[in-house]
């Protein structure tokens, strides 16, 4: 399994950014694929979940309405749409990707967190300027 993150950079504030996660070595379409956070000294924050088809996103309360995610299987690639950055979004963000029943199984178990992704992404360092 790899996963490869892009499109991290600087912004101002109030901008958009638009990150990618490339994945190959597995079957795409049978992985749930996450999309988290992390700002030296915190934990790793969980931003938004995506089924691996058919299911509801989870999105964090801090990003709702400003990120989504899309997936497109043809390409294998997850994509983090980011608008109305704000300098609190700068972070390191990762992809992560899971087994469909994993996730499953942690969802129906009430709460999914980044201890269920098994496979994870270098990270791209996003930077939001006031």
């Known amino acids: 399994v790899q996963l490869v993150e892009s499109g991290g950079g600087l912004v101002q504030a109030g901008g958009s950014l638009r990150l990618s996660c490339a994945a190959s070595?597995?079957?795409?379409?049978?992985?749930?694929i996450g999309w988290f956070r992390q700002v030296p000294g915190k934990e790793r924050e969980g931003l938004i979940y995506?089924?691996?088809?058919?299911?509801?996103?989870y999105v964090a309360d801090s990003v709702k309405g400003r990120f989504t995610a899309s997936r497109d299987s043809s390409k294998s690639t997850v994509y983090l749409e980011m608008n109305s950055l704000k300098p609190e979004d700068t972070a390191v963000y990762y992809c992560?990707?899971?087994?469909?029943?994993?996730?499953?199984?942690?969802?129906?178990?009430?709460?999914?967190?980044?201890?269920?992704?098994?496979?994870w992404g270098q990270g791209t360092q996003v930077t939001v300027s006031s």
């Open positions: 992560a990707a899971t087994p469909a029943w994993a996730f499953t199984t942690a969802q129906a178990m009430g709460d999914v967190t980044s201890a269920d992704f098994g496979s």
């Open positions: 070595g597995f079957r795409f379409d049978d992985y749930a």
């Open positions: 995506k089924p691996s088809r058919d299911g509801y996103d």
